[in-house]
C-alpha cells in the first residue's frame, strides 16, 4: 500500500513537470490551442450557458425550490432524493453540466440537500445542454432531429443511471436545517447577482476549455494521440478512435469529430450518446471547481462513466429500429444493424464500467460503517 502511495505522489509531481517540458517545447501548439479553446467558448459554451446560469441565479434566490415541494417528492423519490433535490432536477436536466453541479452545491451550501443527496441528484441530472445538442450537433450531423435524438437518448439513460446510483451513500441523515425559510430577493436585487455570478462561472469555465483545448494540441504535437490512436485502432474503428480520444479531454471538439466521421449513421449517434453523456475531463473539472469538495471526485467520474456506457449499448441497440422507421434520416449514410463485434464491445465496456462503480459503492458502504 505504501508503494501505491509512493507512486501515487511521484506521478503528481511528474505530470506537473512533463506537461511544463511540453509547454517549453511546443509553444506555438499551445497558443493555437488555447485560440481554438477561445472560439469553441465564445461559438458554443457561451451562448448556450449564459441565460441558464442567470436564471438560475434568479430561480435560487426566489425561493421557488421550496415552493415545489409537492412536485420535488414526486420527482425525487424514485431517486432518493428529497423534495428540494427533485424540485432542481428538471432544471439540472434543462441547463445541463456544469450547471447541475453548480445547482448541486447551491443547495447543500443553503442546506436543502446533504453532499450524498447532491451526488444522487447528479447521476441523475447531469446530462449535456440541449441548446448545444440541438443547435451545435444537429447542425454538425445536417438535422436538429438528430440532436434531439441525442439529447433524448442521454435523457433516458440519465434516469437509468439515477436508479443506479439511487442508494448511493445510504439513508442520510436530515440536511442540516437553515435558519428559517428561504426569504424571496427581490429581482432588482436578485438580477445583479445572478450576472455576477454567471460571469465568474463562466470566466472558470473558459479556462478549463482553453486549459484542455490547450491541452489536446500539445499531445497531438508531441505524437502521444497518434501513438494512441495506432493502438486502439485495432480494438476501434479507426475513423471513431480520434473523437472518441479527443472527446474525453473535451465534449466539443469530440462531437464535432464523431458528426463528420465516416461512419454508419447508428454508430456516430452512438459515439455522439456516449460523449455527451459522459461530457469530458473538461466538464469533470468544471463541475468539481464549482462542487468543492462536496462530492469525490471519483465518484463524479464513475457516475459519468456509467451514464456513458448506459447511453452507448441503449442507443447502438435501438438507433437501427428507431431510424428505419424514419426515412428522412436515412439520407445521410445507410443503416446497417449492429454487428457481433459492437455488441461485444458494448457489453464489455459496460461490465467494465458496472464492476467499477460496484467496486466504489463498496468502499463508500465500508467508510460510512467505520
Known amino acids: 500500500m505504501t508503494f501505491f502511495k509512493r507512486l501515487r505522489g511521484l506521478a503528481a509531481g511528474l505530470l506537473p513537470a512533463a506537461l511544463l517540458f511540453l509547454l517549453l517545447s511546443y509553444p506555438a501548439a499551445s497558443m493555437d490551442g488555447v485560440r481554438r479553446g477561445l472560439r ?13 446560469f442567470v436564471v438560475c441565479g434568479l430561480l435560487g434566490s426566489s425561493g421557488l425550490f421550496e415552493r415545489l415541494s409537492p412536485l420535488g417528492r414526486l420527482l425525487g423519490a424514485p431517486f432518493g432524493l ?10 439540472c436536466l434543462l441547463t445541463g453540466a456544469p450547471s447541475g453541479a453548480r445547482l448541486a452545491a447551491d443547495l447543500c451550501k443553503r442546506g436543502q440537500a446533504t453532499p450524498d443527496e447532491a451526488a444522487r441528484l447528479l447521476a441523475a441530472g447531469t446530462v449535456t445542454g440541449p441548446l448545444f445538442l440541438l443547435g451545435s450537433v444537429g447542425a454538425w450531423l445536417g438535422s436538429p432531429a438528430l440532436g434531439a435524438f441525442v439529447y433524448l437518448m442521454q435523457l433516458l439513460c440519465a434516469f437509468l443511471n439515477g436508479l443506479l446510483w439511487r442508494r448511493y451513500g445510504g439513508r442520510a441523515s436530515a440536511p442540516p436545517a437553515p435558519a428559517g425559510k428561504t426569504r424571496a430577493v427581490p429581482l432588482p436585487q436578485a438580477l445583479p447577482e445572478a450576472l455576477s455570478g454567471a460571469c465568474s462561472s463562466l470566466l472558470l469555465i473558459c479556462g478549463t476549455v482553453c486549459f484542455f483545448s490547450a491541452l489536446a494540441s500539445l499531445l497531438e504535437a508531441c505524437g502521444f494521440l497518434t501513438a494512441l490512436e495506432q493502438t486502439l485502432s485495432g480494438l476501434l474503428p479507426a475513423e471513431a478512435v480520434r473523437p472518441l480520444l479527443l472527446g474525453t479531454l473535451e465534449l466539443t471538439a469530440g462531437c464535432e469529430g464523431a458528426a463528420g466521421a465516416a461512419l454508419t449513421l447508428p454508430l456516430r449517434l452512438s459515439l455522439l450518446c456516449a ?25 463524479c467520474f464513475l457516475q459519468r462513466l456509467s451514464h456513458a456506457a448506459l447511453s452507448f449499448c441503449l442507443c447502438r441497440l435501438l438507433s437501427p429500429f428507431l431510424l428505419d422507421a424514419l426515412p428522412a434520416w436515412a439520407s445521410l449514410l445507410p443503416i446497417s444493424p449492429p454487428s457481433l463485434a459492437a455488441y461485444a464491445y458494448a457489453g464489455l465496456f459496460l461490465c467494465a ?10 468502499r463508500a458502504s465500508t467508510r460510512a460503517s467505520s
Not at 428529497?82 to 432544471?91: I, K, M, N, Q, V
Not at 460523449?275 to 471526485?297: R, T, W
Open 353 to 362: 464500467g458496472l464492476a467499477a462503480l460496484l467496486r466504489a459503492k463498496r
Open 275 to 299: 460523449l455527451s453523456s459522459f461530457g469530458g475531463l473538461s466538464v469533470l473539472l468544471q463541475s468539481a471547481c464549482f462542487l468543492q469538495g462536496l462530492i469525490p471526485l471519483r465518484i
Open 82 to 91: 428529497r423534495p428540494a433535490c427533485g424540485g432542481a432536477l428538471p432544471l
Open 40 to 52: 469553441l467558448f465564445g461559438d458554443g459554451v457561451l451562448p448556450a450557458l449564459l441565460p441558464f
